[in-house]
């Protein structure tokens, strides 16, 4: 499967935008200007946008605690996320959902489940209404390495294995469930091991290559849409920040960090086709100039919008 | 929506006596006929040779409608929950149940933070047109096959609560739920079931219901006066409402006349029949299954308290079980049980 020059072009400015959109989030938290708590996922981009850029206009993402990448990946527009973590009315879920849940049905990605592996039999359930409504769709469902040893992984995995569902379950795994490094908390070596226990296909793949995602989950796609079921993709990656906002991340060595940052994705698309000739000094220029345009417009309309009213917190509630 | 407009509660008459169960099996068949979207999940529901569901409910839907909407699942509750949730999520209108609602406990985390939340979280965006059955109630099975639960569920913003005493109700209820496009959880009593041959449950009590042969729906939120009086209001619910009734007649035997209201849905609640009701009578009892301590009836008499007080001629009585696990021994689940005399104590206290 060859890639046109459009498509990686394509990939590599989702990827900065995912990158620049969570470095100016980080920026407007530390400036007191967005509420709660934030999940990063610098680092992970090519892992959310090879996923996301392998996927058709009417499939469906879950996420995590960690959405903002997914979201940013699957094409959501970034001034709804924006306006969403600013806490305002005209966010993507009218300031009831908060960085953890952000998302859009109507634009392919479930509202984040920020409950870990919650949001594992949501997916398979989701696949479920594809199967049998014949549709000719397919659902993504991301979890981090932790998640993997919840019983809704393999509650959900296991249903969806017995009955072909289309699904692939992505496994972002990038070493740590927050503090915790998963090979303290997993017997087997790679969590794609766990795919046999399910009678499917599992493959750990370098989730910091954007174009190896791409085709796993093209390939994984191809199967799901065929009704030939679900497959376990393990991508292994790392984030290059803390857990939250809060964490420094002194569990993690700095050779380690400093290991991971030489294998960071963009930097890698770069020197690949600045060698190769795809990209040059001055079109990196432009697409990060229009990627800060994009993010500004988003801030600014953040900004600019309305909060919701207090007692708005009392609707929808229920349907009627 | 508009449908629930055109919703008419008719009168109990020319019906067939039939059993809660055989009302159940005829509410998932005429909404399965009626909706292709209506699909069924859940443990031995549809296994050829098998029985049906625990209960009996689901027993020959299979035939008619095929494997590929009367699910059998694995033992597998968080997964059939959470499969539901997705699949409603997506556009279907999936009726999950578990064997005992006790195993809901397994599927909390997908019915209270995926379920209940996923419409407000999402800004009023998404619907989730879900409704999870589980039986309820104690009958000699021990600790962990008893459990009334309604009070947990009714704690949750964003989950309706059903809890139908007869046929007619249970089917004109399960249909609407079914139609709802809110998560609803639906007890039945496994004492009311009826249920016969080898699933015949030991102690059941025979509740025959008329249900009519045209189609019904009953709206939620509204409670039935289903005996009328001047002395005291009795409000319950599920196997209770048979209980209060019994004990009514005891009363109307020494003189005193009670009303009794069953709530038929707790979530949302008939507020206004109860505080009319109590505004008469000026007492309340409350009788339910569950275990005192923030059972569904502490809430009750906080909001008569609140609102009737003006009317009250005596104290908020609840008759319900003791806070304690369910006991196996019939001599003491009997004892546990709120029982027709301990209904007769409490309201000849109050006189």
Request: with cysteine; charged share 25%; aromatic share 8%.
């Amino acid at each position: 499967m060859n890639l046109t020059p459009e498509k990686k072009l394509a990939m590599y400015r989702s990827m900065v935008l995912c990158r620049m959109f969570e470095e100016q989030v980080n920026s407007l938290f530390l400036q007191g200007k967005l509420p709660g708590t934030i999940h990063q996922a610098q680092g992970q981009e090519a892992s959310a946008v090879g996923v996301c850029q392998a996927l058709e206009e009417h499939d469906m993402i879950t996420s995590t605690h960690r959405p903002h990448e997914h979201a940013v990946a699957r094409g959501i527009p970034v001034k709804y996320l924006m306006a969403e973590l600013f806490a305002k009315k005209t966010g993507c879920c009218g300031g009831k959902g908060g960085s953890m849940h952000i998302g859009d049905a109507a634009l392919g990605m479930l509202p984040a489940i920020a409950i870990v592996g919650g949001g594992i039999p949501l997916a398979a359930g989701y696949a479920l209404s594809f199967q049998y409504l014949k549709k000719p769709n397919i659902v993504a469902c991301f979890f981090g390495d932790g998640a993997s040893n919840i019983g809704s992984f393999h509650e959900a995995i296991n249903m969806a294995a017995i009955w072909d569902l289309p699904v692939v379950f992505v496994c972002e795994n990038n070493k740590y469930g927050a503090s915790t490094a998963i090979d303290q908390v997993m017997k087997v070596k790679r969590v794609s091991d766990r795919a046999a226990a399910y009678g499917i296909p599992g493959q750990t793949i370098d989730g910091n290559e954007v174009e190896i995602v791409y085709r796993a989950m093209r390939e994984a796609a191809a199967r799901a849409r065929e009704g030939k079921g679900p497959t376990l993709l393990e991508l292994e990656t790392y984030r290059l920040v803390g857990h939250s906002r809060s964490d420094p991340g002194h569990y993690r060595s700095k050779e380690e960090v400093a290991e991971w940052k030489k294998r960071d994705p963009i930097a890698r698309f770069e020197a690949t086709y600045l060698t190769e000739g795809l990209l040059t000094d001055d079109l990196i220029r432009t697409i990060r100039l229009s990627v800060e345009q994009e993010l500004n417009e988003a801030v600014a309309f953040a900004e600019a919008s309305p909060a919701p009213l207090p007692e708005e917190c009392l609707t929808d509630v229920f349907n009627e | 929506m508009s449908s629930m407009n055109e919703m008419v509660s008719r009168p109990e008459k020319e019906g067939r006596k039939i059993t809660l169960v055989e009302a159940l099996r005829e509410a998932l068949q005429e909404e399965m006929r009626r909706d292709e979207r209506v699909i069924l999940l859940g443990e031995d529901i549809g296994v050829s040779g098998g029985f049906g569901g625990a209960f009996t409910v689901t027993l020959g839907l299979a035939e008619e409608f095929g494997h590929h909407r009367v699910i059998d699942t694995p033992i597998t509750e968080a997964g059939i929950a959470g499969v539901a949730t997705g699949a409603a999520l997506g556009g279907l209108r999936p009726v999950a149940d578990v064997q005992y609602g006790d195993f809901l406990f397994l599927a909390m985390d997908q019915l209270a933070n995926h379920a209940a939340k996923l419409r407000y979280m999402s800004g009023g965006k998404l619907r989730v047109p879900l409704v999870m059955r589980a039986p309820v109630g104690a009958t000699t099975r021990g600790a962990q096959h008893a459990q009334s639960l309604e009070a947990f569920f009714m704690h949750v913003p964003g989950l309706k609560v059903a809890c139908p005493s007869n046929p007619y109700d249970a089917k004109g209820l399960l249909k609407t739920a079914i139609r709802l496009d809110d998560p609803v959880i639906f007890f039945e009593h496994k004492l009311l079931y009826g249920s016969k041959g080898s699933r015949k449950e030991a102690g059941g009590i025979e509740v025959f219901g008329t249900v009519p042969q045209e189609e019904y729906l009953i709206p939620f939120g509204e409670a039935k006066v289903v005996r009328s009086g001047q002395a005291v209001t009795l409000v319950a619910n599920l196997l209770m409402v048979h209980r209060a009734m019994q004990a009514a007649k005891n009363l109307a035997a020494a003189g005193i006349e009670a009303e009794v209201i069953d709530v038929r849905t707790l979530v949302p609640f008939d507020w206004s029949t109860l505080f009319e009701s109590v505004s008469k009578t000026g007492k309340l009892v409350i009788v339910e299954e569950d275990n005192l301590t923030g059972g569904w009836g502490a809430e009750v008499a906080a909001r008569t308290a609140d609102r009737c007080i003006g009317y009250l001629q005596a104290p908020i009585r609840r008759v319900a079980a003791p806070d304690t696990p369910v006991p196996f021994a019939p001599i003491m689940e009997n004892f546990y049980v709120p029982s027709v005399e301990r209904i007769v104590t409490a309201v000849t206290d109050l006189m």
